[in-house]
């Protein structure tokens, strides 16, 4: 069917008018790892079509990063941005300017409450027997129940930013995820709705996959908000504004502590699920995350053999950008320290900030490296990587030098312990 909707529409193509539903019904109902070749033949004639086709520029460029993401296996480009959408979900990005670092905060909000909330929306769905998407292995009702608990742990601090928490009434987690879901779809834009419903592409037909995709585009929104942040406090100390540098490092923290229930979220997936669709992500590995990379060449300057490891030249643009002499909050702190243009006690808040932060990110290393090693075991990970060994070795790297971080790092939270499933 998807094949018949889709040659109808190159009779007289129109951008407001692409198939989408046909063709990501066709997704996922094999998987993009098994979808029909006369299909993914039909989608490179509509992106070879694509740079003469007319239309309003939102359209054109949605279904630019459509395609992007759903002809990345057979253009045997498939990568870790690829698997999670990430074109389609416009996340800041370190070209942005400088100046919109404190309006970040508002858009990441917003994208981690529709991730998260149609995460929910989908256990909710398959609980109440509404969808036949991603059929293989449905979780029992405990289960789902965490998850509701857990998704709503990220998800009510941003909706109260919002102002969109008023009508949250329900006690029971199953509830209130409804109430929130609604909440939340009731807000979105239909670029938003359009957007968020083609970012999901799972390989398989996996139940958990779903899950898998949103919790981790959830982190790579928190890293995107966290990197802008990171900027804003370099810039803000460029100019002699160390409070405006302590309120970007104090939002960063905030952003990566109320992240840390997708963690918890990702950890009642079954094992052996994520293992049966894990052998059709090869070549995607989060080694990839350019968000991430970004975050951690922004605190401080890489040393050498870490620039010149598998984890920065996966992400090449990011590696040019350190190479390039990429400010750092390390060197920006420094260099006020040594400057003596502020007074010692001025810059303590700056100081605890970074600590905070630093402390915040080795916990967030540490539990996914627990995590991971629940999930696979010491095996190597994809995307040619080495799996939980490396997430081992680089969990204690050092996130700046110029402040001493606190002993405190290892100490585990109760939702580390949740996490690990540790008694």
């Known amino acids: 069917m998807s094949t018949a909707e889709l040659r109808s529409w190159l009779r007289s193509p129109d951008v407001k008018r692409f198939p989408y539903g046909a063709v990501v019904r066709e997704y996922h109902s094999a998987g993009k790892h098994f979808v029909a070749p006369e299909l993914l033949e039909l989608l490179a004639?509509?992106?070879?079509?694509?740079?003469?086709l007319r239309g309003p520029w939102p359209h054109v460029q949605a279904l630019a990063a459509f395609l992007t993401t759903a002809l990345d296996k057979p253009d045997k480009r498939y990568d870790y941005p690829t698997y999670l959408a990430l074109p389609l979900l416009q996340l800041p990005a370190p070209d942005d300017p400088v100046e919109q670092a404190p309006f970040a905060r508002t858009r990441c909000d917003r994208l981690t409450a529709q991730l998260v909330s149609d995460a929910l929306a989908f256990e909710l769905a398959a609980l109440d027997g509404r969808t036949t998407l991603l059929p293989q292995a449905r979780p029992d009702a405990v289960v789902v129940r965490k998850r509701f608990r857990h998704g709503l742990r990220v998800l009510l601090p941003a909706l109260a930013r919002m102002s969109l928490d008023a009508g949250l009434t329900a006690t029971e987690p199953v509830d209130l995820a409804r109430q929130a879901c609604a909440a939340v779809r009731g807000d979105m834009s239909y670029a938003e709705r359009r957007a968020v419903g083609l970012s999901i592409l799972p390989v398989y037909t996996m139940h958990d996959e779903y899950l898998f995709l949103r919790v981790l585009q959830g982190f790579e929104t928190t890293f995107a908000l966290i990197a802008t942040h990171l900027r804003g406090a370099i810039a803000a100390l460029g100019e002699g504004e160390v409070e405006r540098a302590v309120h970007f490092m104090g939002s960063s923290e905030t952003a990566l502590r109320e992240s840390s229930p997708l963690f918890s979220m990702l950890a009642t997936m079954q094992v052996e699920s994520f293992r049966t669709f894990r052998d059709f992500t090869e070549g995607a590995s989060a080694i990839q995350s350019r968000n991430y990379k970004l975050l951690e060449s922004l605190c401080r300057r890489?040393?050498?053999?870490?620039?010149?490891?598998?984890a920065?030249?996966?992400?090449?643009?990011?590696?040019?950008?350190?190479l390039g002499d990429q400010p750092t909050l390390d060197e920006a702190?420094?260099?006020?320290c040594e400057s003596d243009v502020v007074a010692e006690d001025a810059r303590k808040p700056l100081a605890d900030a970074m600590d905070s932060f630093a402390r915040t990110l080795l916990r967030w290393r540490r539990t996914h490296y627990r995590l991971a090693v629940r999930m696979l075991g010491e095996v190597p990970g994809t995307g040619y990587t080495e799996g939980t060994p490396y997430l081992r070795a680089v969990r204690d790297i050092p996130v700046f030098h110029s402040v001493r971080v606190e002993d405190g790092a290892d100490h585990e939270t109760a939702d580390d312990h949740e996490t690990t499933g540790a008694p």
């Open 45 to 52: 004639t509509v992106r070879e079509l694509l740079p003469g």
């Open 302 to 310: 890489p040393d050498p053999d870490r620039v010149e490891s598998a």
């Open 312 to 322: 920065y030249r996966s992400v090449p643009d990011v590696r040019e950008r350190v």
């Open 333 to 336: 702190y420094r260099a006020m």
